[in-house]
Each structure stands twice: as C-alpha cells, then as structure tokens.
C-alpha cells in the first residue's frame, strides 16, 4: 500500500524513494509484524481467554502430561494472520499477482481453521471440522489461487501464467527443468494441502511448530529475493541476473514474496513471545493451516518445490509418521510409535517437552542451512 500509493510521492519529497528498494521494504515488513504482534498479543489473549471461558482445547489422544494444559486459550493464529496480512498490505507492491495468490492462500486456510477451531470449542470435542471437508475448501481455495493466473492465451497444455516447470534442488535449471503440464497442477495440491496439513500435526507442543514455520519463513525470504531479485552479477565480461548466476529458476515476480515472507517470520516470532513454553495460548488450526499453506504457496512460487520436503523436513517427518502408525495398525495391528506424531513418541520416551521443542528445532535449523546451500551447489 505504501509502495503504491505513497512511492509516487517521491518526487515531492525524496526520503520516500526509500520505498523502492524492495530489501528496505523486506525489513520494515518484518519489523512491523514482529512489533504490532507485541502490542496486540497481551490483549488478543486476554480476549480469548474471556470467550473460550476455560475450555478443553486439548486432544484427549495425547500424553497424560498434556491434560493439564486444558483452559489455555486457542485459535491464537489471529495474532500471526493479523500482522503478516496488516505488513504485507503495508509495504510488498500489491499490483503483483504472487502477493495476492499468497494472500490467497494464507487467508483462506486460515478460515478454514478458524471454523475447525469454532466448532471444537462450541461442540466441547477434539473433533471440529469434518477432514474430507477440511480438503475440499483447502481445494477450492487454492484453486481461487491459481485462477488469478488463469490466461487462456497461454494454450491448453497450460493455461496459467504460473510456469508448470518442476526444478530440482543441486541441480542447475540447465540440466533439468522439466515442463510438467496439467500435472503439475496436481502436484501443487499435494504440496500446499500437503504441507498445510502436516504443519497442524506438529502444532502439538508449546512453540513446536511456529519454531520452524519462522525458519522457513526467513528462509524463503532469501530464496524468493534471489529468485526474483534484479542485482546482476559480473560472470565471463557480462553482468547477468543473481538468479542466472546461481542457475536457479528466475522470477521477477517473486521478489516481493520476500516482502510476505518477512512480514510472516516476524509475525511468528511474536507469537513465539506468548506461545514458548510454557504457552499463554496456543495458534490453533487458524494459525497451523493457514502457515502451512502459505510456506507450500512461497514454495510453488518461489519454484522450490523438491527444496521444501528438506527445508520442512521436520513438518514431513511429523506428517509421515502419522502415515505409517496408521498403516501399521491397518494392516498388521502393530504400531511403529509409542503414539504419533513423532514428537509424542518422544515425549513417551522420557524426553522432557522442552526438550523435544528445542532439538526439533535445531534440526530445522539444520535443514534450512542444506536448502539454502542447494542455491550455489548445482
């Protein structure tokens, strides 16, 4: 919005000339979410702490020690969804279309969770909403995504502006970049619902899950920068783009994911501030769906497909776990875990919830560290 409508200005008066940088403006996104969060999280919580009025917001499938965390408000999510919509309206360039797929995305799982969590407070079970439901509206969601791309002109093969080119990770765009069609439409959804849903199965210890939604965050801050980025590089007596130089998919669009991406790290460190253990509120599926949906969005965008299953290789490692004790138990009435997801196996395990927490997210750490490294070893 300031980009917009107040860049222009520039002329009269020639600070505002700032606004055209868009590292200026990745900055200020986050700042602005993480101190807006501060403010407003103290009285959100109070807030939901008067209308949930105590209520069981814990599942009664986990651990004996979880159970005494019954009255600790939910649907804490608002605080995150508020600030990074309130910071990217303020500072990314909002005639860009990958700004508003993002958007999109980000909102509109963020309401479906809401009414997942409505219905589990006002029914009183660990239920809420329906899952063949929950994937229908993630559906049509995403699907109101891509229509903001939808451009006939483009031919049947593949009617959107958005490139239906999967790449790999250490692997320069020189050797493979392979045109997937109609199926790469697919493949989104697996990897948006995908990663929304397994973003909720880990949302399941204090600060578990909004720790490494902020590493990915920070991290597609840099990806879609150097993806979209307009620095040129000198190699071999020319200057040509960073995204060239490093043979990674280049995206002039997608460097105004940055602006959102910021804006999102920020506003998942406030709530970090109110949600550490011992949490003062928990993000509920407002909160969990919604980031993972946008953490799959930034990575379709951003044309890093195949580097998120390893930079949200925590998310996937919770997701797949639930997968196989199901499996397990289906078909030989045995079970892999103690319980899943994986954190509670550890927790079964004698592993203190502090614990558990931290070491997750070192890994994550970890697996952003490899990601970013796929940048220049191709």
């Not at 939901?48 to 804490?76: A, I, W």
């Not at 969770?113 to 229908?136: A, H, I, Q, R, T």
């Not at 927490?357 to 490899?370: K, N, T």
Request: charged share 15%; glycine share 8%.
């Amino acid at each position: 919005m300031l980009y917009n409508f107040v860049y222009p200005l520039a002329d009269q008066f020639a600070p505002l000339n700032v606004l055209r940088y868009p590292s200026f403006r990745i900055v200020m996104a986050a700042l602005s979410a993480l101190v807006l969060g501060m403010l407003i999280g103290p009285k959100l919580i109070r807030h939901l702490r008067e209308e949930q009025h105590g209520q069981s917001n814990v599942r009664e499938d986990t651990p004996e020690t979880h159970q005494k965390k019954k009255g600790t408000p939910t649907m804490g999510g608002e605080l995150i969804l508020l600030c990074t919509i309130t910071s990217t309206l303020l500072f990314a360039d909002l005639s860009n279309s990958y700004v508003w797929t993002v958007l999109i995305v980000f909102g509109g799982f963020g309401l479906i969770g809401f009414l997942d969590d409505w219905l589990k407070l006002k029914k009183k079970n660990s239920k809420g909403l329906p899952g063949k439901l929950k994937l229908v509206l993630q559906t049509v969601f995403l699907l109101g995504a891509f229509a903001i791309h939808l451009d006939p002109a483009q031919g049947a093969h593949w009617p959107f502006s958005l490139s239906p080119n999967l790449t790999l990770p250490f692997v320069s765009t020189r050797l493979f970049d392979w045109d997937m069609g109609w199926l790469y439409l697919l493949f989104a959804w697996f990897l948006v619902v995908g990663t929304s849903n397994a973003v909720n199965l880990t949302d399941g210890l204090d600060g578990l899950a909004i720790g490494p939604s902020i590493v990915s965050a920070t991290t597609f801050v840099i990806l879609a920068y150097v993806a979209g980025s307009a620095l040129l590089i000198p190699r071999s007596g020319e200057l040509i783009p960073l995204a060239d130089y490093l043979y990674v998919a280049r995206i002039p669009q997608a460097v105004e994911l940055s602006v959102f991406a910021a804006a999102l790290s920020g506003a998942g460190i406030a709530f970090l501030w109110f949600n550490t253990y011992p949490a003062s509120v928990f993000m509920g599926d407002l909160g969990s769906l919604a980031i993972g949906g946008a953490l799959g969005t930034l990575a379709l965008l951003t044309k890093n497909e195949i580097v998120s299953a390893i930079l949200h290789g925590v998310f996937l490692a919770e997701a797949v776990s639930v997968i196989l004790q199901v499996a397990s138990f289906k078909l030989f009435k045995k079970r892999i875990f103690r319980c899943a997801p994986l954190h509670h196996h550890f927790e079964l395990k004698g592993w203190a919830e502090p614990k558990v927490i931290v070491r997750f997210w070192i890994v994550s750490i970890l697996l952003a560290g490899v990601a970013l490294a796929s940048l220049k070893l191709r």
